[in-house]
Antibody, heavy 119, light 108 residues
Framework: EVQLVESGGGLVQPGGSLRLSCAAS????????MNWVRQAPGKGLEWVSY????????HYADSVKGRFTISRDNAKNSLYLQMNSLRAEDTAIYYC????????????WGQGTLVTVSS | SYELTQQPSVSVSPGQTARITCSGH??????AYWYHQRPGQAPVLVIY???ERPSGIPERFSGSSSGTTVTLTISGVQAEDEADYYC???????????FGGGTKLTVL
């Protein structure tokens, strides 16, 4: 069974940092492109970042470019999101999502981890 | 930045047909995907590549595309279909993924 489990969320002050992790199981992470998607309280989905299966190609939404860094460790079946210079508007549930090979779209999602940026 | 536009809400009675639309200028070139999300849960893919249905998704869910608009159709709506629905695609280069603003489906 495919599972994605996020961790690392919590309360952080504006300007602070946080590192999210996503543990993958039930499939071979190295075969899939991965993404982070977030959802602010009561709002819609917002794509945050993409990383290719080998980690060589990376993209970010303009809203997080220069502040967030996506990475992966295929040997550990893990995806990461390093978030620096956090702002109140980064408060959201952060989901890791697997991109379906060849077909596109996000075919599996984790349950999300809540990040709250507040003083 | 690239945007996809959805109507904020749709209301239908049980057994009726719900149609949710999504508009964007790159949709003729980029595939669209649809997700539903119930409160407190993660999104679930219900349509991929404009009109394909993942295994396990009921046949009453279908997708279509025409020009710059894609449509999710739910035939014979059931109470359990009440959720938020999001379309998703990419910019013209395929680099940036993007979601529509979401449509709240209410089953009366």
């Amino acid at each position: 069974e495919v599972q994605l489990v996020e961790s690392g969320g919590g309360l952080v002050q504006p300007g602070g940092s946080l590192r999210l992790s996503c543990a993958a199981s039930g499939f071979t992470l190295s075969g899939y492109e991965m993404n982070w998607v977030r959802q602010a309280p009561g709002k819609g989905l917002e794509w945050v970042s993409y990383i290719s299966s080998g980690g060589t190609t990376i993209h970010y939404a303009d809203s997080v470019k220069g502040r967030f860094t996506i990475s992966r460790d295929n040997a550990k079946n893990s995806l990461y999101l390093q978030m620096n210079s956090l702002r109140a508007e980064d408060t959201a549930i952060y989901y890791c999502a697997r991109e379906a090979t060849g077909d596109g779209g996000f075919d599996y999602w984790g349950q999300g981890t809540l990040v709250t940026v507040s003083s | 930045s690239y945007e996809l536009t959805q109507q904020p809400s749709v209301s239908v009675s049980p057994g009726q047909t719900a149609r949710i639309t999504c508009s964007g200028h790159t949709l003729p070139k980029q595939y669209a995907y649809w997700y539903h999300q119930r409160p407190g849960q993660a999104p679930v893919l219900v349509i991929y590549k404009d009109s394909e249905r993942p295994s396990g998704i009921p046949e009453r869910f279908s997708g279509s595309s025409s020009g710059t608009t894609v449509t999710l159709t739910i035939s014979g709506v059931q109470a359990e279909d009440e959720a938020d629905y999001y379309c998703q695609s990419a910019d013209s280069s395929g680099t940036y993924r993007v979601f529509g603003g979401g449509t709240k489906l209410t089953v009366l």
